[in-house]
């Protein structure tokens, strides 16, 4: 999978990738990764698997190698029944599979337990598998956790593929349950048994997370320098005010991952992370943020909070997690994103930023600083929106004056013709008593005549 960069342009900006290339290889329809060599989880492990076990050919080449080829076979049935027994330990507790007589009775009641569950409801999953239908259950769980804690010092991946293979096994119960609900059930048994393994596989001695977590820190933090207008970031218009950093919700996600134990919950954080840009991009732009944007806000994101231990929690998600969790659905499009950006930092150049070789050079090296010239940009970006703002506010307040003069002419003259109005009344009304009085004052001289 690789992430292409383009140069500043009024339609291309930042880095493009399209939907095509964060999808698998083998176009199963899942996300790909670049930790899988762009295939996704499932390609990825049965293609290592294949990779890994070699061709036997079975034919003996003579009648004299016939003992030795019986002897192989002999071998072989032995180490196999030994792997049985190994993964029969593993899921079950004991080297005998569970007797169909002794769960036939209580399955009922524990499948019924666990359709009545509600979605998120993790202690209600607990006390479930607690209950005695969900004894042998539990049990797996316990003897699963112990084994893997007493075998803590196997390679990372053989540690992997036991708890993939105890994910599958588990699942197995619930086949005749919904889709949905039985990755409800799942995401429940991950957080319980990542929980409490979480101490003995993250970072683990068996491989090279720590070094690369220390590259990778050394590496983001050469890059310091980066300003979002060299990775086309969107920032707000001058004319929509913002305080602050827009991406900050999104920077204080992305480093509240590593304080999470269970795969799910350091997903959600990246999940939190992602919603957060695409809030910002929405409010830096009026048109809709497209992937180019938000790989780019991404990784300026990255560039920002510099998150503890990013490789780390990267594979273990991936060595650990529920497979349908990075494969598809907004999870699985949010973390390809994540590692399509850590690969973009890991490989960033020149070109990509709209530098020269000798001036990208310069500037990992400390020779030469960008941020005098863009503490000049900001300042001028900032006197231009206050002087903006400024003449705004004059025009506003100009315009309510005029409105307010308007007001106060119109009040003037309705408050004289009111008071016309009733002076004229007044003098109308004061004819009218003066005739009355004439008219009276005739009257009662005739009377008196």
Known sequence: ??????????????????????????????????????????????????????????????????????????????????????????????????????????????????????????????????????????????????????????????????????????AEHFRSFPEAQVTEIMEHVEKLIMTRLHKWVFCHDSCDDEQKDLALQRRIRSLNWVTAQMLSVPFPSEKIPVTGDPFLSAITAIIEMDAKRAPQDKLACVSKCCQHIFEALAVSSSEPANADDFLSGLVYVLLKANPPRLHSNMQYMIRFGLPHSLMAGETGYYFTNLSCAVAFIEKLDGPALNLSPEDFESYMKGQRAPSVAAKRHQVARDTQRLLEELQDRHQKLHQEVDDLSEQLQNWVQDVHSQIDEATAQFTKAQEEITAQAEVSQLGSVSDQG
């Open 1 to 170: 999978m690789k992430v292409r960069t383009t140069m500043w342009t009024e339609k291309q900006r930042g880095i493009r990738v399209t939907q095509e290339e964060l999808l698998c290889k083998n176009a199963c329809g899942f996300y790909g990764n670049p930790a899988w060599q762009g295939f996704c989880s499932k390609c990825w492990r049965d293609g290592s698997h294949s990779a890994s076990t070699p061709r036997q050919d079975p034919r003996p080449r003579h009648d004299e190698a016939s003992p030795t080829f019986s002897k192989f076979e002999e071998k072989k049935n032995l180490e196999k029944s030994r792997r049985i027994n190994t993964v029969r330990r593993l899921f079950w507790g004991s080297s005998s599979p569970p007797k169909p007589q002794e769960s036939s009775e209580s399955h009922a009641k524990m499948l019924q337990a666990y359709q009545s569950l509600e979605p998120g409801d993790f202690p209600g999953f607990l006390k479930i598998l607690r209950s005695p239908p969900s004894q042998r259950l539990q049990s797996r769980c316990t003897a699963f956790l112990n084994t893997m804690k007493a075998c803590h010092d196997l390679p990372v991946q053989k540690q992997s593929d036991h708890v993939q293979d105890f994910y599958q096994s588990f």
